[in-house]
């Protein structure tokens, strides 16, 4: 079993930037892609972005392509989200995910994501 601890949301006016963090424990999170998440009111949940198990490859969905910077320490078994310039339409609770690799892959398929954390808000005042 995974578990997974979102941290650092919070309200932030429009273009600003904040930096959330997924902490794993119970498994070391190299063995998994992981995946950033969103889910905004009223709306399905969203790919964000992903990032292969070593770190060395990393996907965006194109509302955050530019904006937004996946990245992971696998030594503190911690995945970062650094989102700057951020719009009121990326107002969501975001979500950490981790999907189980054999290979070194991005995944970008929602189902493939077996464990999830609970969540952190994400607000961005316009």
């Known amino acids: 079993q995974v578990q997974l601890v979102e941290s650092g949301g919070g309200l932030v006016q429009a273009g600003g930037s904040l930096r959330l963090s997924c902490a794993g424990s119970?498994?070391?999170?190299?063995?998994?892609?992981m995946g950033w998440f969103r889910q905004a009111p009223g709306k399905e949940r969203e790919f964000v972005a992903t990032?292969?198990?070593?770190?060395?490859?990393?996907y965006y969905a194109d509302a955050v392509k530019g904006r937004f910077t996946i990245s992971r320490d696998n030594a503190k078994n911690t995945v970062y989200l650094q989102m700057n310039s951020l719009k009121p339409e990326d107002t969501a609770v975001y979500y950490c995910?981790?999907?189980?690799?054999?290979?070194?892959?991005?995944?970008?398929?929602?189902?493939?994501?077996?464990?999830w954390g609970q969540g952190t808000q994400v607000t961005v005042s316009s």
């Open positions: 119970g498994r070391t999170l190299s063995s998994y892609a």
């Open positions: 995910a981790a999907a189980p690799v054999s290979a070194v892959v991005v995944v970008t398929t929602t189902s493939r994501y077996v464990y």
């Open positions: 990032i292969t198990r070593s770190g060395g490859s990393t």
